[in-house]
């Protein structure tokens, strides 16, 4: 079963089972940071090509972050969630869980 994972916004500290899985994950999404490329060296037309590579690197990062602190989450995709011109990015991931 695929689970949409986002940001964590409250603690559960009873939580077990997959419930445990999937808080694991938002909390690593919840202190994950995306560094926003310097916009003074980009023109206006420009400023969506540092976001994609942006993207691609942080995406990555998540990753290896996930497998590392929540081995049992199998990340399947990873969308971002906000507004490119403002340089706000949201991570949601879809994952797997493992038990």
């Known amino acids: 079963m695929t689970h ?3 940001a964590l916004s ?11 899985i ?6 690593i999404l919840s202190t ?13 037309s420009d400023i969506r090509k540092p976001f994609q590579r942006m993207k691609k690197i942080n995406t990555k990062r998540l990753i290896e972050c996930i497998q ?4 049992r ?3 399947v995709d990873v969308d971002y969630l906000g507004d490119v011109n403002i340089g706000k990015l949201e991570p949601i991931v879809k994952v797997i869980v493992n038990e």
């Open 4 to 6: 949409q994972v986002t």
């Open 10 to 20: 409250n603690v559960n500290g009873k939580a077990t089972g997959v419930e445990s």
């Open 22 to 27: 999937l808080q694991n994950v938002a909390f």
């Open 32 to 44: 994950f940071t995306i560094p926003c490329p310097l916009r003074e060296y980009v023109t206006r």
């Open 68 to 71: 590392r602190f929540e081995p």
């Open 73 to 75: 989450a199998v990340v």
